[in-house]
């Protein structure tokens, strides 16, 4: 639906709700914007406040031995700090095996990852330009 309105998908999940005076500055904890589900094993909240600006923040949890299968590319400089758990994560063909505090970042590259732990890793990515 996204494509078909030439929108990114979070102007679906776009509101108005919190406090006028710090909406285009703050995200409050309990007021993310999630997309995905625990079915998919991923779910992923938009830190930034808005979709304007030169990058966007989000919080990706990644279920126990979730895998993203297929490479995903996306036409961006992408940088990841891993909060918790472990990951193993490719950029090209290269395997990294990440673990809770290591980061990362690439321009222009594709990836995937599979949480292999039995924990969830929780990633703050920074994205640039935005894609949601």
Same mark, same amino acid.
Not at 2 to 8: E, L, R, S, T, Y
Not at 94 to 120: E, I, M, V, Y
């Given at each position: 639906m996204? $494509?078909?309105?030439?929108?990114?998908v979070s102007w679906f999940f776009l509101t108005n709700d919190g406090d006028e005076a710090e909406r285009e500055f703050i995200v409050r904890a309990d007021a993310r914007r999630a997309l995905g589900t625990t079915e998919e094993g991923l779910i992923e909240e938009l830190l930034s406040p808005d979709l304007g600006g030169s990058f966007e923040m989000f919080r990706s949890v990644i279920e126990p031995r979730?895998?993203?299968?297929?490479?995903?590319? =996306?036409?961006?400089?992408?940088? *990841?700090?891993?909060?918790? *758990?472990?990951?193993?994560?490719? /950029?090209?063909?290269?395997?990294?095996?990440?673990?809770? *505090?290591?980061?990362? =970042?690439?321009?222009?590259? &594709?990836?995937?990852?599979? $949480?292999? *732990? $039995?924990?969830?890793?929780?990633? /703050?990515?920074?994205?640039? &330009?935005?894609?949601?």
């Open positions: 996204a $494509n078909a309105f030439d929108v990114p979730t895998e993203m299968k297929e490479v995903s590319f =996306r036409d961006t400089e992408e940088a *990841g700090y891993l909060v918790s *758990g472990q990951l193993d994560f490719w /950029i090209d063909d290269q395997k990294f095996s990440l673990t809770a *505090g290591d980061s990362f =970042r690439f321009d222009h590259k &594709p990836c995937r990852w599979h $949480n292999t *732990g $039995n924990a969830q890793a929780i990633i /703050i990515w920074v994205v640039s &330009p935005p894609v949601y």
